[in-house]
């Protein structure tokens, strides 16, 4: 495998860990209620219960 190849199977896999991390704090709540409380800080107890910044 070429070494740009590498670099975007790692890029993807890294992309969508942390898409997939930052997206915990909010999994599960409706659009309407981030419109009138956007997330602006780290958040905690969320759906899977995890303290902030985990």
């Given at each position: 495998m070429k070494m740009i190849?590498?670099?975007r199977?790692?890029?993807s896999i890294f992309g969508?860990?942390?898409g997939?991390?930052?997206g915990v704090p909010v999994e599960f709540s409706?659009?309407?209620?981030l419109?009138?409380?956007p997330v602006k800080g780290m958040r905690g107890f969320g759906a899977?219960?995890?303290p902030p910044g985990t």
């Open positions: 190849e590498k670099n199977l790692f890029g969508v860990a942390v997939d991390a930052l409706e659009r309407e209620d419109r009138k409380n899977h219960n995890q």
